[in-house]
């Protein structure tokens, strides 16, 4: 094992930018916190209209230290992993991309007439308020729920999907033109909208067999909201494990959740305390 004085620079910055367990992590991890807030702020003045000019060259001042703090820690977290494509290609790393490109294409392209549709990739910036969830570890196994989820979730979402066919085809035979079902689509508009329990009120049966089952279809909309959230609660009860509390981030692969009394990856066995020991 390695001590910590023998520890890369590499592996320094690894520590520093990718764990929070240590001073000088959870220093790093605030400071970062507080100009994703600001970035945030930056970009909602300045779609606000009618203040001082001076106001909006501040703020675009603000927006380069923001945007240039941030390419060097989007370079920094690259260069400090063994394996950048890992973090290049993962969630957050396509978080950090896009929260910091836009405001340099909107400044090569402003120039041209024909380009400036690119200066909306600017409002891209508000990406950085997703940077946060990196912080929140119940965020990570949330995520991790709703994908182990997607398979039923999409099979629940293709039933009712046939139910809003049928149903709006039923309500179309029924109600016809002179109830505002002009078309089957219409109705079928009309069930996923009363489903949701949204409820515009631009369509509604004028028949006693459309209300009837108009109330049927509205009693279902309770029972269908509730399935998607069971089903992932139910996902996220097992996949919650109580023994990992703990920020630990693999230097070799930047593979993470690894158990509080882990001494090695899990992922690729690199040894993860090698640099705790004295």
């Known amino acids: 094992m390695k001590n910590k004085s023998t520890l890369s620079w590499r592996e320094r910055l690894h520590e520093v930018i990718y764990e929070a367990e240590t001073p000088a992590g959870k220093l790093f991890d605030i400071v970062l916190l507080v100009f994703i807030f600001l970035s945030v702020i930056f970009v909602m003045l300045e779609s606000v209209r009618g203040l001082d000019p001076w106001v909006y060259t501040y703020l675009l001042y603000g927006e380069w230290v923001v945007t240039i703090l941030f390419t060097l820690e989007y370079i920094a977290r690259i260069i400090c992993i063994k394996r950048p494509k890992r973090y290049i290609f993962s969630f957050y790393g ?28 600017r409002l891209l910036r508000i990406f950085r308020i997703l940077k946060i969830t990196r912080y929140i570890g119940e965020g990570n196994r949330l995520k991790k729920a709703l994908a182990h989820s997607r398979p039923k979730i999409l099979v629940f979402l293709f039933a009712v999907m046939v139910l809003s066919l049928i149903a709006g085809t039923m309500m179309y035979l029924i109600e016809g033109e002179e109830g505002g079902f002009t078309s089957i689509p219409m109705g079928v508009y009309w069930t996923i909208v009363t489903l949701t329990t949204v409820g515009f009120g631009d369509i509604h049966p004028i028949t006693p067999l459309g209300r009837f089952l108009a109330s049927a279809i509205m009693i279902m ?50 040894d993860l305390h090698n640099e705790n020991e004295e």
């Not at 396509?94 to 990739?121: C, E, H, K, N, V």
């Not at 089903?231 to 930047?254: D, G, H, K, L």
């Open 94 to 121: 396509i978080i950090d991309f896009l929260s910091t490109i836009p405001l340099y294409l909107s400044f090569f392209f402003a120039g041209s007439a024909a380009l400036l549709t690119f200066r909306s990739l």
């Open 221 to 270: 909309g309770y029972g269908i909201i509730a399935v998607p959230t069971g089903i992932v609660s139910a996902e996220y009860s097992r996949r919650s494990n109580p023994e990992i509390n703990n920020t630990q981030s693999c230097y070799n692969c930047n593979e993470k959740e690894h158990l509080d009394k882990a001494k090695y990856c899990h992922h690729c066995g690199y």
